[in-house]
């Protein structure tokens, strides 16, 4: 449900107008140096309203450690992390409780959980709790540094926004979205580079399929691609497949994105994720008053993305980060004590 992973293994809980949102993780390995300042890059790529297209709500995003740290090294027991939300507006979502918003889990939540769910915000849905996740990547990523390697550099896990609205340049395809006034999607690239051979466990845990499974966790992922993805579904056998040229597996195309077989090869992993036009738009849209039962006109109030697909590269790196840790805690390439 709202867990992930068997070794390293995470649970996020909160609503976007709640007290606060936050995250408990456990089997991280004792003595990992961690603090606030470890947390404040990653916390800051992920924050609105600072860059143009983002929601203005402005959180401060300072972690506060519950549990799991002492004299600034993890003590090994559950790490739990709480963010306050201090800068909320809940009556603009009281207001328009009568009207599902579409796009939006407003609808299904109702159902599913009898309108006892928080509404407010997306409650436990919003986008919001993505700050949890980027805080699991903070740690996940500092652990993959601790992975011993027979290569001169460490793992590295990085993304960037290859297209906005369908356009590579970025601020061109935002401007669509700003002219009609309006929202947009776009694509992002994850790419991880020294990840060691032989992580994954086939049939159901390949390694493309803990992936692909945290990635949908982010809210408005719609579609995620490994290597050529969708374009080799166009190509004959001998041009998709990668032909190994020595004994580390290291291969002359990278067609496969790093993974043949549910297991990694020792290439570049390479995936690529669809970002929905965020839900929340200006533009005036139909949906029904579920108190009145009659169609009605409809247009979303608050502060909100144009494009959350700008916020969502630091978030792809940290469920990515995530997923490889557990993976290799699995291969027991990770110490359960920290020098």
Known sequence: MNSFGRIFRVNVFGESH???????IDGIPAGLALTTDDFLEDIERRKGGT?????PRQESDLPIFKSGIFNNKTTGAPLTILFENNNTRSTDY????AVPRPGHADFVASKKFGGFEDYRGGGHFSGRLTVCLVAIGVVAKKLLAHV??????????RSQ???IGGENDLEKGLQKAIDAKDSIGGIIECRVNNLPLGLGEPFFDSAESLLAHAVFAIPAVKGVEFGAGFAAAKMFGSQHNDAIEDATGKTRTNHAGGIVGGITNGNELVFRIAIKPTSSTPKEQQTLNWETNQIESFSV???????IALRVPVVLEAVTAMVLVDLLMLEQRI???LP
Not at 51 to 55: A, D, E, I, V
Not at 94 to 97: I, L, S, V
Not at 148 to 157: A, K, M, N
């Open 148 to 157: 011993p390697l027979s290569f001169g550099e460490g793992l590295g896990v």
């Open 301 to 307: 109030k608050g502060r909100h993305d144009l494009c």
């Open 51 to 55: 860059q143009k297209g983002t929601t």
């Open 335 to 337: 110490p359960r004590i």
């Open 161 to 163: 926004i290859l297209e």
């Open 18 to 24: 709640g007290e606060s949102v936050g995250v408990c």
């Open 94 to 97: 009281e207001k328009q409780r």
